[in-house]
T-cell receptor
């Protein structure tokens, strides 16, 4: 079983709603990631936090706002999303050093209506 | 630009057939390579990885991959597939000094009983 836990597993939100996706890991990893995966496509990197600091932002629209409250938690705040933002959002973590294996959570299925 | 290519988009095999899925990468310098599997409706799971050393790496469930530096390839193999191997397979890579992992477009494997 994955040791990266994501909640909720499914989320339906309107375009004017504000919601958050949550991710937690207790493996002591110091790097955490948000990926977006559309159907039948590979995961696309959105954000990387390294030692609780945002280290990579792949030019993601500001309606997606990441937050890393501590080394075990990662949030993705969602506001004013568009229907095309509907996708599987994957959280992942790695020990922190470059080149380490990335471990994925089960994902949160997001539908924007 | 760094990229990962998977040329087989959809592969259909009968049970007990041998499998080889192609993966090519374009990275300069040190590269780390991964194969992930995504079973229908499930999260990404690591099959195997190559960081350095023996270019033939063995993973879970009888899979193996060979790193051939001169060909920039990291093909996935399995001598005899089972129906339960039906899944999407993603090759991925990152360079030694960078956290961003780039995924290939994936290969959908369908094993017919």
């Amino acid at each position: 079983d994955t040791e990266v836990t994501q909640t909720p597993k499914h989320l339906v939100m309107g375009m004017t709603n504000k919601k958050s996706l949550k991710c937690e890991q207790h493996m002591g990893h110091r790097a955490m990631y948000w990926y977006k995966q559309k159907a039948k496509k590979p995961p696309e990197l959105m954000f990387v936090y390294s030692y609780e600091k945002l280290s990579i932002n792949e030019s993601v629209p500001s309606r997606f706002s990441p937050e890393c409250p501590n080394s075990s938690l990662l949030n993705l705040h969602l506001h004013a999303l568009q229907p095309e933002d509907s996708a599987l959002y994957l959280c992942a973590s790695s020990p922190g050093s470059t080149g380490n294996t990335i471990y994925f959570g089960e994902g949160s299925w997001l539908t924007v209506v | 630009a760094q990229s990962v290519s998977q040329h087989n988009h959809h592969v259909i095999l009968s049970e007990a057939a041998s499998l080889e899925l192609g993966c090519n990468y374009s990275y300069g310098g040190t590269v780390n390579l991964f194969w992930y599997v995504q079973y229908p409706g499930q999260h990404l799971q690591l099959l195997l990885k190559y960081f350095s050393g023996d270019p033939l790496v063995k993973g879970i469930k009888g899979f193996e991959a060979e790193f051939i530096k001169s060909k920039f390839s990291f093909n996935l193999r399995k001598p005899s597939v089972q129906w339960s191997d039906t899944a999407e397979y993603f090759c991925a890579a990152n360079s030694g000094g960078y956290q961003k992992v780039t995924f290939g477009t994936g290969t959908k494997l369908q094993v017919i009983p």
